[in-house]
């Protein structure tokens, strides 16, 4: 085809979005080459070129700068921009196009283009499924930018719009969407959006289990901690209600605080526990009736027990 020449707008965006044919977009332009562009196109028929830059913070990119895809668009309309000094561009998107030459004209640019075919193919029952799965898969995505779903594609120029929506709703890098729009075959368009798809339907799978392991994680823990926090607030209340000596006491005080600094996971953490709970369980504050007479317990044993001297002996020492 016959190479064309129009005023260039050299579109950045942090967020890498690219132009697909037969969409509308609105654009905010600042720079004042692009400004002069639009102001010539409006003049001359409203057609323009937008390409695409690769690096964003790039303020007068030469033809290295952009990528070799760009697309020819129609200005339906302008507006004031966001910004004081922009202009907000309604854009007809049309063809892609191969960029050859960028050259200076006036206060902006005019840049050499050729269209890119698109090939021709005969749209299948397995192409029109395929083309429905990638529309629901990318609707799946949380990234996804919102759209209308569209019907299955009936013939290929339907199938051309259709997968132009579905590749320009998703969250993907700028160089991913200019090899999205530099393929002119419908098969391996499907396939490539595929590979895509799939890939971006793994990632969110893989990071939405990281954030349940984590949620399970955090809630884990937070059952770990909580029950220890109970466990300590338990002894440091059976500590006081024991009523043991202040020695015995302050020495069980200072246990707790090295339980409480003590990761649960260590043995020592199963030592200081243990050893508190046998303190809290004895009885300090009480007593029993125990008859403690040796004279009456060797008569005892004598009137029930025949001889095992030893054992008695043993019985009368412990008493």
Same mark, same amino acid.
């Given at each position: ?13 942090p ?11 609105s ?6 080459f692009?400004?002069? @562009? $639009? ?9 323009v070129?937008?390409?695409?830059? &690769? ?5 007068e990119?030469?033809?290295?700068d952009?990528?070799?895809t ?7 309309k302008?507006?004031?921009? =966001?910004?004081?000094? %922009?202009t ?6 049309l063809?892609?196009?191969? /960029?050859? %030459?960028v050259?200076?004209?006036?206060s902006?640019? @005019? ?11 005969? $749209? ?6 395929? @083309? ?5 898969m990318?609707?799946? /995505? ?11 594609p ?5 199938l051309?719009?259709? /997968?132009?929506?579905v590749?320009? !709703?998703?969250n993907? &890098?700028?160089?991913?969407?200019? &090899? ?25 799978n ?7 392991q ?6 884990? &823990?937070?059952a770990?901690?909580n ?17 043991m ?21 260590? %043995?020592?953490f ?16 009480k %007593? !029993?009736?125990? =008859?403690l ?12 027990h025949?001889g ?8 009368l020492?412990f /008493?």
């Amino acid at each position: 085809m016959e190479a064309l020449k129009l005023p260039l707008i050299s579109f950045r965006s942090p967020t890498g979005i690219a132009l697909f044919p037969g969409l509308s977009y609105s654009i905010d332009i600042g720079r004042s080459f692009s400004l002069d @562009a $639009v102001k010539v196109a409006v003049e001359n028929g409203n057609r323009v070129i937008v390409a695409f830059q &690769k690096h964003p913070e790039t303020d007068e990119p030469k033809l290295s700068d952009l990528w070799d895809t760009a697309v020819e668009a129609t200005i339906t309309k302008t507006a004031q921009g =966001k910004t004081a000094g %922009s202009t907000k561009v309604f854009l007809s998107v049309l063809r892609r196009l191969t /960029l050859r %030459s960028v050259e200076k004209e006036g206060s902006g640019f @005019a840049c050499v283009a050729e269209p890119i075919e698109t090939e021709t193919a005969e $749209v299948t029952e397995h192409m029109k499924k395929l @083309a429905m799965t990638l529309q629901g898969m990318a609707q799946q /995505l949380d990234g996804t930018r919102s759209f209308k779903p569209r019907a299955e594609p009936r013939g290929a120029q339907e199938l051309e719009i259709f /997968l132009n929506l579905v590749a320009n !709703s998703i969250n993907l &890098k700028i160089e991913e969407r200019v &090899k999205l729009l530099r393929c002119t075959n419908p098969v391996k368009r499907l396939e490539q959006l595929h590979v895509v798809l799939s890939r971006l339907t793994e990632e969110e799978n893989e990071r939405v289990a990281e954030e349940e392991q984590k949620k399970a994680n955090n809630k884990g &823990k937070w059952a770990v901690k909580n029950s220890q926090g109970n466990e300590f607030d338990r002894l440091a209340a059976a500590i006081v209600e024991c009523n043991m000596p202040d020695e015995a006491r302050k020495i069980a005080e200072e246990t707790l605080d090295q339980l409480r600094n003590t990761p649960p996971q260590s %043995s020592e953490f199963a030592t200081h526990r243990n050893y508190l709970n046998l303190m809290v369980e004895l009885p300090w504050d009480k %007593s !029993s009736d125990d =008859k403690l007479d040796i004279p009456e317990a060797q008569k005892i044993m004598d009137n029930d027990h025949y001889g095992l001297e030893e054992p008695k002996d043993r019985i009368l020492e412990f /008493l």
